[in-house]
């Protein structure tokens, strides 16, 4: 009979300990400043143009220090006036604190040359969710002749009655330029003055758009 070998032993492979490092040997979080709005463009300045119709340069003229000051200073965004193109020009600094000053700066000018006055359209520089809508009476509805001269009197009213009471309902602000309506103010506010002023347009008598203004006004009150 062959005789039966014991079983090989096996090598065990010793492991040092090693000692974990306490908390405080750990080396210090590195603190980061946050980027300023060039840094974030890889350094390269950023534009905005936007264009002076006719009628808004003579305003623009008179308004020029009321919009230059509040961009300047206080947004941090370079603003000159090309006098060969009509066109305001706009671009960041490297202190410019943050990229979107830019764009609420190219609103603001833009709601001015739409029509609505400095005080009204400075608030887009401050507040976050104020937007501008535009459309024309056609988007509604076709009208031609003295017919789109009556739609036209509806919205304004006598003496702009109807249009100030619609503004101060909803506490929004709007523009009727000829066949063209701009409206400022927050979403909800625009889409219940739009309402209002497109029930004005298909021709309910303004009684009646103040009625359903004044629920529909009361309802936003309780909403808030």
Same mark, same amino acid.
């Given at each position: ?9 096996? /090598? ?14 750990? !080396? ?5 400043? !946050? ?6 463009? /890889? ?9 002076? !119709?006719?009628?808004? +340069? @003579? ?7 009321? &919009?230059?000051? !509040? ?5 941090? $965004? ?6 060969? %193109?009509? =066109? ?26 739409? #029509? ?5 359209? &400075? ?7 104020? +937007? ?16 789109? @001269?009556?739609? $036209?009197?509806?919205?304004? #009213?006598? #003496? ?25 103010? @927050?979403? =909800?506010?625009?889409?219940?003055? =739009? ?5 004005? &347009?298909? #021709? ?11 629920? %529909? ?8």
């Amino acid at each position: 009979m062959q005789s039966i070998e014991a079983p090989l032993s096996m /090598d065990v492979e010793v492991v040092p300990f090693e000692p974990k490092p306490e908390s405080g040997s750990l !080396p210090a979080k590195p603190l980061f400043e !946050p980027l300023k709005a060039h840094e974030m463009s /890889d350094g390269r300045v950023q534009f905005r143009k936007v264009n002076v !119709p006719p009628h808004r +340069y @003579s305003p623009l003229k008179k308004s020029w220090m009321e &919009i230059y000051t !509040p961009i300047y200073e206080q947004m941090k $965004i370079d603003i000159r006036m090309n006098l060969k %193109v009509r =066109r305001v020009e706009l671009k960041t600094r490297p202190n410019t604190p943050d990229v979107s000053n830019l764009q609420k700066c190219a609103d603001f000018v833009h709601a001015f040359m739409l #029509g609505f006055d400095v005080i009204d359209a &400075i608030a887009l520089l401050r507040l976050d969710e104020l +937007y501008v809508e535009s459309f024309e009476i056609k988007d509604v509805k076709t009208l031609r002749g003295e017919h789109l @001269s009556r739609a $036209i009197g509806r919205l304004s #009213g006598k #003496g702009g009655k109807t249009k100030f009471a619609i503004e101060n309902a909803t506490k929004t602000r709007i523009v009727i330029a000829d066949t063209k309506i701009h409206i400022l103010g @927050s979403y =909800r506010n625009i889409r219940v003055a =739009r309402d209002s002023l497109c029930s004005l &347009i298909l #021709g309910s008598p303004a009684g009646k758009v103040y009625s359903k203004l004044r629920t %529909v006004s009361a309802r936003l009150a309780e909403g808030f």
